[in-house]
């Protein structure tokens, strides 16, 4: 028996111990994220979470390679859930492999490699981190969850203004949403103009990087990203 073999919705199976042995496709991840609630099932569910993550990359960069990095950063939890950051570090070294591994797997597939993805995993944690604060903080205010000193970390975080959490309330289904904006990314990635794109810095938790954007496209100034 493979005990690294697990099965999946769609009648598949993917071996976690070689992730890379399997063919993603965007609609069953889609679909896997949009069961997957985070925050031990009473916060937004990860498929509408990673529609935001893209939105706002692309809103401070105009880059599709950055935003379908983002709307990608958690499409691993589709295979194995939304494991919570502290149940990670007691897990240790085993875990972070194995999500490491699955991880790269799904980009090498599913995100075409650009130098515009450049230095671009300190800005997706950023982002991350703001949607963090804010979907706790409406939690908070639902009387979903109780304050406690586990997010006092959250209480240095300065969020942008531009920065702004919604449930999309809009009728559509949050799988439906996943998939449009991977269609909009690599429609956008085919029509890309590689001359308007240049090297812009911006300071994340872990200091200065560089990152491929667009001045022309992006709505909001990327050096104005990070308040702390």
């Known amino acids: 028996m493979n005990y690294t073999l697990k099965a999946l919705p769609d009648g598949t199976a993917i071996d976690l111990a070689s992730p890379d042995t399997y063919e993603f ?3 069953p991840i889609a679909k896997m ?16 979470h990673s529609v935001q993550m893209a ?27 939304d494991v919570a950051t502290p149940v990670k570090y007691v897990a240790g070294t085993g875990w972070d492999v194995m999500e490491g591994n ?33 979907e706790v903080e409406n939690l908070f205010a639902e009387g979903e969850y109780k304050h406690n000193d586990a997010w006092n970390f959250l209480d240095k975080i300065v969020v942008p203004a531009e920065v702004v959490f919604s449930c999309y309330c809009t009728g559509d ?43 022309e496209k992006a709505t909001y100034p990327l050096s104005e990203i990070y308040k702390g």
């Open 25 to 27: 496709k965007v609609e």
């Open 102 to 134: 699955l991880q790269r797997a799904v980009i090498n597939q599913l995100c075409p490699y650009r130098k515009h993805a450049l230095a671009v995993q300190p800005l997706i944690k950023l982002v991350d981190t703001y949607l963090l604060k804010l």
């Open 173 to 215: 289904k949050p799988a439906d949403l996943f998939i449009r904006m991977y269609d909009t990314c690599m429609s956008l990635i085919e029509d890309l103009d590689e001359a308007e794109f240049e090297l812009d810095t911006y300071n994340s938790f872990s200091g200065k990087h560089q990152c491929y954007a667009s001045k």
């Open 55 to 81: 939105r706002i990359l692309y809103s401070y960069t105009g880059n599709p390679h950055i935003a379908l990095a983002g709307l990608l950063h958690d499409a691993q939890e589709a295979f194995i859930g």
């Open 33 to 48: 994220l949009s069961k997957i609630k985070r925050f031990n099932g009473y916060g937004l569910d990860v498929a509408t």
